[in-house]
């Protein structure tokens, strides 16, 4: 067990407490954390910023608001329920149509505008935010996923995860919903992570409940070599979060909508690990090269610009044979 963790090590395999300690506390200040922790005022900053995000339809922040909540929704067939400080996904309600009067959430169960402001009085009453605390319910646009994805995907959204270090993205996976997920793109939920290379955005193998695959367990269809569409943007809006939140470490979650194109979905101070396996790469590597980037390298004043440092990224961890994408 000693042998393997220091092999494991060796390879700059990271585990939570040396996450928390080298990476979270080092580059993250706590004064900052409400800008990822919650999803409004993330939603709000992107927009101030002209970051593509999906629309914001309203807000439901106290009980007696809750009986406008069928005309806030009469607009819209479609449409995400989610607690503004959620994590993991949970919480998070997925209208996709209408039928004889009621709602059908992604996995075809069937709601009556009861059971949505039963589940709205849960939100705000906190059981699913962070810490318990009394939260606010977001009523937002619901992503349409690109066609690339529907070969490799079970119903849901899939989202692209990337680790961003000082602005620079370190590490990409792509996250795939499967029958046991019931749509949600989250590993911990029994999702799909799937490595990317970052030169060129294209799938590597994938990750199931720990476990090495190569095909999804619902489609059958193999998870790697399947390119992304617009890598470079998904790595310029991962960069660009750096300015946006000022946090040194993050997380940032992004969608390709069919019609919208690249968009934010949300930032995470606290990243999972299960995106090393994904790559069969440590990120403790990757952090220690741009940590020597710039240190060592002669740096424009005021440091590099989103663009720059997703061409050092691409150049530096590049797998062997690939080359920057140009989609």
Wanted: glycine residues 10%; negative net charge; aromatic residues 6%.
């Amino acid at each position: 067990m000693l042998q393997t963790w220091r092999a494991l090590r060796h390879r700059g395999v990271l585990g939570i407490n040396q996450r928390n300690c080298d990476l979270v506390l080092r580059y993250n200040d706590r004064h900052l954390y409400p800008l990822v922790d919650d999803k409004l005022l993330t939603k709000e900053r992107a927009m101030a910023s002209g970051i593509r995000v999906p629309e914001l339809y309203g807000v439901i922040e106290t009980e007696q608001q809750i009986s406008e909540l069928g005309a806030l929704l009469r607009p819209h067939d479609d449409f995400v329920i989610k607690p503004a400080q959620g994590a993991g996904g949970d919480g998070v309600l997925v209208i996709k149509d209408r039928f004889e009067g009621l709602y059908r959430t992604s996995s075809g169960r069937l709601l009556s505008l009861d059971d949505i402001e039963f589940h709205v009085s849960g939100i705000l009453s906190g059981i699913y935010s962070l810490g318990g605390h009394r939260d606010r319910a977001l009523i937002e646009y619901r992503v349409k996923p690109d066609p690339v994805f529907s070969a490799i995907s079970f119903e849901g959204v899939p989202d692209i995860r990337v680790i961003v270090l000082k602005g620079y993205p370190v590490l990409a996976m792509l996250r795939l919903p499967t029958r046991q997920s019931q749509g949600k793109a989250n590993l911990h939920q029994g999702a799909i992570g799937v490595g990317v290379d970052l030169a060129s955005g294209v799938t590597l193998g994938g990750t199931w409940h720990n476990m090495k695959i190569q095909r999804h367990p619902d489609t059958a269809n193999p998870v790697a070599g399947v390119q992304l569409p617009n890598w470079q943007e998904f790595l310029q809006l991962s960069s660009t979060c750096y300015e946006l939140t000022g946090l040194g470490y993050l997380g940032v979650d992004l969608v390709l909508d069919e019609q919208l194109g690249p968009m934010i979905l949300e930032l995470n101070a606290r990243p999972g690990l299960n995106i090393q396996i994904a790559n069969d790469v440590g990120l403790m590597s990757r952090v220690r090269e741009v940590e020597r980037h710039l240190a060592e390298d002669a740096l424009p004043y005021g440091g590099e610009i989103p663009g720059q440092r997703v061409h050092w990224s691409q150049a530096q961890f590049s797998r062997p044979g690939d080359e920057p994408a140009v989609v």
